[in-house]
């Protein structure tokens, strides 16, 4: 499901501008409720997009190196 926020956009901002304070993000979970484990790998998949979004770790190059 789409957000209100672009969540890239924002991120990338947070990052650029060297933002230290916090940050809250809302997540819809109401279709994981059934399922724990569903929930679990959700809320780690969007932790992981986050970590990386705001990681200041060069990007990693798409497809086959270049010579």
């Known amino acids: ?38 929930l679990v790998t959700m809320l780690k998949r969007n932790k992981e997009f986050v970590e990386q979004k705001l990681s200041h770790e060069p990007r990693k190059a798409k497809g086959l190196p270049r010579r």
Do not use: D, M
């Open 1 to 38: 499901e789409q957000g209100v926020v672009p969540t890239e956009r924002l991120l990338a901002e947070v990052r650029r501008s060297n933002y230290e304070g916090v940050i809250s993000l809302e997540l819809s979970v109401s279709r994981y409720v059934e399922s724990a484990e569903q």
